[in-house]
């Protein structure tokens, strides 16, 4: 089955934990802080597969967890890191988090790799906290938490040449005469109902890869047929083979499929239309389409190279692929996404714009502390330790919620909350 969108959640393993332990020496009790730090959770990583073609097996997976890190040892040792969470994906996957719509990753090379959510990184234990002024620290850091996110997976196939036109026009007849691809072929509408990929060896030597997508028709680009669904699959590609059965066998003027068709590919959001293109009139074995071919290339006002076929009889089918070849030597790559559609060069803004803590006073007049910075040094802190508690209160001053909770008239002896954490505030 061909599944080219899926949604799920990821989760990267969170950070061991640091411990609290002391060196053991002959006669002394507390020989020095000893404790190490605990290991960095597994990130979750994309990698693409050249052997993949969808998304399939990811459609069974609601969610991906990568694993956490070890805790610290003593004697100052580092807990292991946890592996990463290698995940294969078909080339032309598009990764997006769906909170922000942003763009995570665009994976388009073979091997490729993007790190979807990071794992978190390892506590420290309370050797790491020893400084000439404190030489037995009693306390250590828990591990940070790895990212969770949803994400929307999108697969848009990769391939250098895209074969469109209405249904039945015979894309299917083309790619399977001209390359070892052997789509299901049929004289009923959408017999193709997803995206085959084919390499096709041109007699001099070159190559290049075609895809044969599903019939497009009238009102695809607002979501008529399979239209919408599949015109992503165009978005990839160099150059159009724009396939036209000149036979009119199916009682429409060859030169109105053609104008429909462009209209359909301006229409849709990527102005696919600005790709190169070449008309295949295919069907030339038929009666009519010699009269028909006559009359297109009279009324057809583009200059736009047409070439005659037929994908049955295999006339003229290395012309076509002579003719496709030159037009994909200069064609360029479009670039499918602006810059700013990737979360990497948003997520400073984004930072920005956010309150770094928020204030709000509960039904029961408790004041609520929250925020996502907050939260983590909430988590990595571990409140069993009076040293790491006091340390958490210290941070808290620095990032200004002390100040904040002044202005918004709390006094001594009022309650605070930060998660599941209460505190009396005390100036
Ligand atoms: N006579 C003749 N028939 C052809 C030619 N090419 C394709 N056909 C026939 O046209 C019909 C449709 O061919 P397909 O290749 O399945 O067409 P398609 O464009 O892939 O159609 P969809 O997948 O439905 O969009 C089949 O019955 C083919 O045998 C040709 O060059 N000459
Ligand atoms: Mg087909």
New binding site residues.
């Given amino acids: 089955m061909f599944i080219d969108e899926v949604t799920i959640k990821v989760k990267a393993g969170n950070g061991g934990d640091g411990i609290v332990a002391w060196r053991r020496e002959y006669k002394v009790d507390k020989g020095g802080s000893f404790g190490g730090n605990g290991g960095h959770g597994g990130s979750i990583i994309f990698k693409v597969d050249s052997g993949l073609s969808t998304l399939l097996d990811l459609r069974y997976q609601k969610h991906i967890k990568a694993k956490h890190g070890e805790k610290g040892k003593t004697k100052n040792q580092h807990g292991k890191n946890a592996q990463d969470k290698v995940v294969k994906v078909p080339q032309g996957t598009t990764v997006y988090d769906v909170e922000t719509g942003l763009i995570i990753a665009d994976l388009v090379e073979i091997g490729q790799e993007a790190v979807i959510a990071k794992g978190g990184r390892g506590g420290r234990g309370n050797a790491s906290f020893t400084t000439s002024k404190v030489v037995a620290p009693d306390f250590c850091e828990l591990g940070e938490p790895g990212e969770e996110r949803e994400i929307k997976i999108i697969l848009k196939v990769l391939a250098d040449v895209g ?1 469109v ?10 790619i ?1 005469s001209v390359s070892a691809a052997r ?10 109902l997803a995206p085959n990929l084919g390499v096709v060896s041109v007699p001099d030597g070159r190559s290049f890869v075609m895809a ?1 997508l ?2 497009i028709i009238e009102g695809a680009s607002s979501g008529a047929g399979l239209g919408f669904q599949f015109l992503k699959h165009i978005e990839r590609t160099r150059v159009i083979v724009h ?1 036209v ?1 000149m ?1 009119g ?1 199916e009682g429409r003027e060859p030169i109105d499929d053609y104008h429909k068709i462009n209209r359909e590919l301006k229409n849709y959001k990527m102005n696919l239309i600005k790709r190169p293109q070449i008309i295949v009139a ?5 009666p009519n389409a010699k009269e028909n071919l006559v009359k297109f290339k009279k009324e057809l006002q583009d200059d736009i190279e047409v070439v005659a ?5 295999r006339k003229n089918l290395n012309e076509m692929l002579y003719k496709v070849a030159d037009l994909l030597e200069n064609a360029s790559y479009f670039p499918l996404y602006e810059e700013d559609e990737f979360l990497e060069n948003k997520i400073y803004e984004l930072e920005e714009d956010k309150p770094k803590f928020e204030i709000h006073q509960d039904p029961d007049g408790v004041y609520v502390v929250t925020g996502e910075i907050i939260e983590r040094m909430f988590k990595m802190t571990n409140f069993q330790q009076h040293e790491s508690v006091r340390r958490f209160s210290r941070m808290l001053r620095k990032y200004g919620v002390d100040h904040a909770l002044r202005e918004k008239g709390v006094k001594d002896g009022d309650i605070v909350r930060i998660f599941e954490y209460e505190f009396e505030f005390l100036d």
């Fill in positions: 074969l036109g209405f249904p039945s026009v015979g894309k299917s007849t083309i399977s789509p299901k072929i049929a004289s009923y509408h959408f017999t193709t044969d599903p019939g396939v059965d036979s066998s295919n069907k030339m074995d038929l076929i037929s994908a049955v009889t």
